[in-house]
């Protein structure tokens, strides 16, 4: 059994932009990533989306042994991760199929193994 984390990056201006029925379109996309990955005996964790990056607090070295904290993202850059599913699975090919077929569909997807001890 391994763990996946999928990772949803976005490009959050562009997103918040968007019509309605775009924003139904991609909440109707992920219900059918959803049922695919149930179907294929995959189990789903936990899922969340994030809040806007603008509104993280990023935390860094400092370079004295402390640590500077600032507003916002820790990187800047065009998109940003917007949400996860952490995806357990004994299928990682199938897994892989599934993930293939949402971004075939419009999705933005990075998929990370979990390192296991």
């Known amino acids: 059994?391994?763990?996946?984390?999928?990772?949803?990056?976005?490009?959050?201006?562009?997103?918040?932009?968007?019509?309605?029925?775009?924003?139904?379109?991609?909440?109707?996309?992920?219900?059918?990533?959803h049922e695919d990955l149930a179907s294929g005996g995959h189990t789903l964790l936990v899922t969340s989306p994030l809040t806007p990056s603008a509104e993280a607090t990023s935390m860094r070295p400092d370079g004295s042994g402390g640590a500077l904290v600032t507003d916002g993202p820790f990187t800047e850059s065009a998109e940003q991760v917007v949400g996860f599913y952490l995806v357990e699975t004994d299928d990682e090919a199938d897994l892989r199929r599934i993930c293939t077929e949402f971004a075939a569909r419009g999705e933005l997807l990075e998929l990370r193994t979990l390192v296991e001890d």
């Open 1 to 33: 059994m391994s763990r996946h984390l999928l990772l949803l990056p976005a490009p959050e201006a562009e997103w918040a932009q968007l019509p309605p029925e775009e924003h139904e379109k991609g909440m109707r996309s992920h219900e059918q990533f």
